[in-house]
C-alpha cells in the first residue's frame, strides 16, 4: 500500500500563507499522479488540486485556483501544495493521495493522518 506523510500546516491568519508537502515513503512519487485533498468538519473530502504525471497537468478546484499552487520535486520524492491568500474557510485538514490516471479520483482512497490547516484571526 501507498503511504505517504503529509506536513506543514498550522495555524495562520486570514491572508496568509503556508506550504504543505507530501513525502512518499518507500516508493516514487514522480510514476503517480497525486491529488491534494482536504476535509473540513462535518463534509465530505474535496479535491482541492493535482498533479498528473506525463505532462505535469494540474487542475485546480475553483474555491482555491489563483490562491494555490502544486509542484512537484521528483528529486525530494516529495509534492507540495503552496496556498495563499488563506480563508477561514481553507480550515480543514489536508490529505495527499495517489488518483486515477488524468487525476481521476480514486473512491477507494485510503487516507493518512492528514496535515491540519487552521485560518483564523
Known amino acids: 500500500q501507498l503511504q505517504f506523510v503529509e506536513s506543514g500546516g498550522g495555524l495562520v491568519q486570514p491572508g496568509g500563507s503556508l506550504r504543505l508537502s507530501c513525502a512518499a515513503s518507500?516508493?516514487?512519487?514522480?510514476?503517480?499522479?497525486i491529488g491534494w485533498f482536504r476535509q473540513a468538519p462535518g463534509k465530505e473530502h474535496e479535491e482541492v488540486s493535482c498533479i498528473d504525471t506525463i505532462d505535469l497537468n494540474k487542475n485546480y478546484s475553483d474555491s482555491v485556483k489563483g490562491r494555490f499552487t502544486i509542484f512537484r520535486d521528483n528529486a525530494k520524492n516529495t509534492v507540495y501544495l503552496y496556498m495563499n491568500n488563506l480563508k477561514p474557510e481553507d480550515t480543514a485538514v489536508y490529505y495527499c493521495?495517489?488518483?486515477?490516471?488524468?487525476?481521476?479520483?480514486?473512491?477507494?482512497?485510503?487516507w493518512g493522518q492528514g496535515t491540519q490547516v487552521t485560518v483564523s484571526s
Open positions: 518507500g516508493f516514487s512519487l514522480e510514476y503517480y499522479p
Open positions: 493521495a495517489t488518483t486515477f490516471p488524468d487525476c481521476i479520483y480514486n473512491p477507494a482512497t485510503s
